[in-house]
């Protein structure tokens, strides 16, 4: 029994100093998202907002709060970008705050729910697709666009915008647009196979199963010609050994 309480004892120690370990650290971001906070605050005053942007997005990594979240919609919003900061907006408007919450947050609640109002008035939308390749890697304005979102409604700012589409196979194509707010547009991007890449395209893959099963064909041929040729050898090979008992003379 005694070395059961001392193992218990050794983990109970463990588990205290990893927690105090944590603490520490959650202290220090704390105290780090703080001073980043400070930051964004003053460039949002000064209309430095991308600047603002950027403090407010690695102080709220570290230490989540309504407070952050509002000082980043503010910025999304100085810098025309009307989609994520609606978006920031919401993620404030749906947190449930406990009854304990101080009264900062609270408030932070109170000036999204302001502040989101008239938002998508500055809001458009855009269908894209890609033909050619199944699983094309798709950017709008050099971010990601996933599969999932090609061929269905994708909310954008209104304005000016760049779509890129490359696979592997295929030549890389590229298209700009312009939409309205509130209103929508369709791109379609057609990716042509290249000529001088190796790897296989649609028609490759074809070729590639054909000459396989071509392989597997001439395997399975040159094998069957190795036993009938054993065959037929051991079958002359017994046919010469009857004539030689039969003909002592050859």
């Known amino acids: 029994m005694t070395r059961v309480f001392r193992a218990l004892w050794l983990v109970l ?17 704390t105290a780090t998202a703080r001073k980043l906070a400070e930051e964004g605050r003053a460039a949002l005053d000064s209309e430095d907002f991308e600047t603002a942007v950027d403090r407010f997005k690695r102080a709220e990594s570290l230490h989540h ?13 100085g810098m025309g970008k009307y989609v994520r900061a609606r978006e920031t907006y919401q993620k404030i408007l749906v947190e449930k705050l406990p009854a304990s919450a101080p009264d900062p ?55 000016d915008h760049l779509v890129s589409a490359t696979a592997e196979g295929y030549l890389p194509a590229e298209q700009t647009f312009s939409v309205e707010a509130k209103g929508s547009t369709d791109v ?31 395997l399975g041929v040159g ?23 039969n003909c002592p003379a050859d």
Request: overall charge negative; hydrophobic content about 40%; charged content about 20%.
């Open 105 to 159: 947050f609270v408030k932070a609640q109170a000036d999204a729910k302001q502040e989101i109002v008239g938002l998508d008035e500055h809001i458009a939308s855009v269908t894209i697709s890609v033909t050619g390749p199944d699983e094309p890697n798709v950017t709008l304005d050099g971010e990601p666009v996933p599969l999932a979102a090609l061929g269905v409604g994708r909310a954008v700012d209104a304005g």
């Open 13 to 29: 120690l463990f588990m205290v100093v990893a927690l105090s370990a944590h603490a520490q650290g959650s202290a220090e971001d």
């Open 65 to 77: 709060a309504p407070t952050l979240l509002l000082g980043l919609a503010r910025s999304y919003k």
């Open 188 to 218: 379609t991007l057609e990716l042509e196979p290249d000529p001088n890449s190796t790897a296989p395209g649609p028609d490759g893959e074809e070729a590639g199963q054909t000459q396989t099963i071509l392989a597997y064909v001439a």
């Open 223 to 245: 094998g069957a010609g190795l036993v009938i040729g054993a065959i037929t050898g051991g079958m002359a090979m017994g046919k010469h050994g009857e004539l030689t008992d």
